[in-house]
């Protein structure tokens, strides 16, 4: 059976006063994380009205890929940093790709 790309959605809605000091954490990790191997694709959104809520998009490889990054010390020291930072609790979602029209 063949290796399913893996398409990780992160929601983390953050303090007000907080968001800045998230951006920038989040700028001093993005290129690391692209960079992991099996990373295929990273970018961080921001919502339109509620500008405290971000999504983290990313293409995983594989669900292994994505595994061996969530237990890295670059996930476990970016993300011990980010959840002091929350309004709510996050919310995530590890869905495989199924139709992609371009």
């Not at 700028?27 to 992991?36: G, L, N, P, S, Y």
């Amino acid at each position: 059976m063949p290796k399913i790309m893996i398409v990780r959605l992160v929601k983390m809605e953050f303090k007000p006063e907080e968001i800045a000091y998230f951006l920038n954490l989040f700028d001093e990790v993005k290129e690391q994380i692209r960079a992991f191997e099996g990373c295929e694709f990273l970018e961080l959104l921001q919502g339109e009205k509620e500008t405290g809520i971000f999504f983290t998009h990313s293409y995983w490889k594989d669900a292994k890929a994505l595994e061996t990054y969530r237990n890295s010390l670059l996930f476990k020291t970016t993300w011990a940093k980010t959840k002091l930072l929350f309004n709510a609790k996050p919310e995530a979602w590890s869905v495989e790709k199924f139709v992609t029209l371009r």
